[in-house]
């Protein structure tokens, strides 16, 4: 695994690669790695000749209040779980590297998408994302970029990023994995003390059972979701959204259709966790 920070570099040597045919397979990070990021690496070194992930805690996607300063920064924990799997080249660049001071210009993300869920309480965050994964795919060009379907918003905003803008490459988003007992990995379970961790198994346990009783048709989509809130909220400090939507869309949804996306955001302690299910009847 090549260490490389800065873009320039990282544009040349792919470059090379790519005369040579050789396909190039993304994951982006923020750092902070766990078995979820390692899955993407593993589904990229498979369909792929090179595997490039990068590690860069992007500014433009933290609000003012927000973790950006105490996230956590852990390269050398990180690189040592990237021995588990093959990586072929590892991307950290700079906060100037990526964002020089006389940097201008932005992607914004429709309100459809950007400020509803997770947008709704965080303004601009997705403007930020869909920036630097642009500018990230234009450094790395990859034939495939993967992504964790934990983070279903930012996948969806991603996906229609490069479809607007007509970037020649494919996105696949890849299951959430999930520790044995149900909570969806993420880098900042690191921030949860032991009784908070077993209070965040609420998120998983309430998504799973509104599945369950979907699929049964158990009741009808306003009364299963009230139900379902209630007894989160028993659980977490706070539920600060919990919604049934269109999965391609986004748009809240009324009644049971064939295909839902339940996604919810939770404080638990000061830590905000994020989740969801697909639910499809057959
Ligand atoms: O999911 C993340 O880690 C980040 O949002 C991403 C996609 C690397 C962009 O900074």
Not at 48 to 60: A, K, R
Not at 250 to 261: H, V, Y
Request: charged content about 25%; aromatic content about 6%.
């Amino acid at each position: 695994m090549k260490m490389i920070r800065s873009p320039q570099r990282l544009q040349k040597i792919l470059g090379k690669e790519r005369l040579r045919k050789k396909t190039v397979g993304f994951v982006p990070t923020m750092g902070a790695l766990h078995e979820g990021h390692l899955s993407l690496v593993k589904a990229a070194d498979r369909e792929n000749d090179i595997t490039v992930l990068s590690i860069f805690v992007n500014p433009s996607q933290f609000g003012p209040n927000e973790d950006f300063s105490k996230y956590p920064r852990v390269l050398g924990a990180d690189k040592r779980l990237l021995r588990k799997v093959k990586v072929d080249y590892l991307f950290c660049p700079s906060v100037p590297a990526i964002y020089p001071k006389d940097h201008a210009t932005c992607v914004a993300v429709g309100a459809e998408l950007a400020e509803v869920l997770c947008g709704k309480f965080r303004p601009g965050h997705f403007q930020g994302v869909a920036t630097v994964v642009a500018k990230l795919l234009n450094i790395v060009a990859p034939s495939r970029l993967y992504l964790g379907a934990k983070d279903y918003q930012q996948a969806t905003v991603i996906r229609r990023l490069v479809n607007d803008l007509n970037m020649n490459v494919r996105v696949r988003v890849m299951p959430t994995v999930r520790e044995k007992d149900g909570l969806a990995m993420s880098s900042r379970n690191r921030y949860l003390n032991p009784e908070e961790r077993r209070r965040a198994l609420a998120l998983s346990h309430a998504l799973f059972e509104l599945r369950r009783c979907l699929l049964k048709k158990k009741g009808t989509l306003a009364s299963l979701r009230t139900q379902t809130v209630r007894k989160l909220e028993k659980a977490v400090d706070r539920v600060q959204y919990f919604e049934i939507v269109d999965p391609a869309t986004l748009a809240p949804l009324k009644k049971i259709q064939r295909k839902m996306a339940v996604l919810t955001a939770c404080f638990v302690g000061k830590t905000r966790l994020i989740d969801n299910v697909i639910i499809s009847f057959p």
